[in-house]
């Protein structure tokens, strides 16, 4: 719990920008952050080739309240992994204890 409100200013205000954040989920719509899509294995067979517009969050499955939310192709923000023990730490200069 002490690690977590380390996360907070003494108000509660958070001291992690949208932009340093990394989420790990089953859809992709970016809320501003990079995002990591680790669908499930008949999702993943399914958007197979749509995979790429899965990823900037522009396709007719996934609604934006803000169009300034999508992304590019290829823009680097989001990418796809097939299970969460596929997650580079060393990519992102995570420190995982043994």
Not at 3 to 15: A, G, H, K, N, Q
Not at 57 to 75: E, N, W
């Amino acid at each position: 719990m002490k690690r977590l409100l380390s996360f907070f200013e003494p108000d509660m205000t958070v001291l992690v920008l949208p932009n340093e954040c990394l989420i790990l989920e089953d859809k992709c719509d970016r809320d501003w952050m990079r995002d990591f899509w680790v669908p499930h294995l008949d999702v993943a067979v399914e958007c197979k080739t749509k995979q790429k517009d899965m990823l900037t969050g522009r396709t007719v499955m996934i609604k934006v309240a803000d169009d300034r939310q999508l992304g590019q192709l290829d823009d680097g923000w989001a990418e796809s992994i097939p299970y969460l023990e596929h997650f580079d730490y060393k990519r992102y200069a995570i420190d995982v204890p043994s």
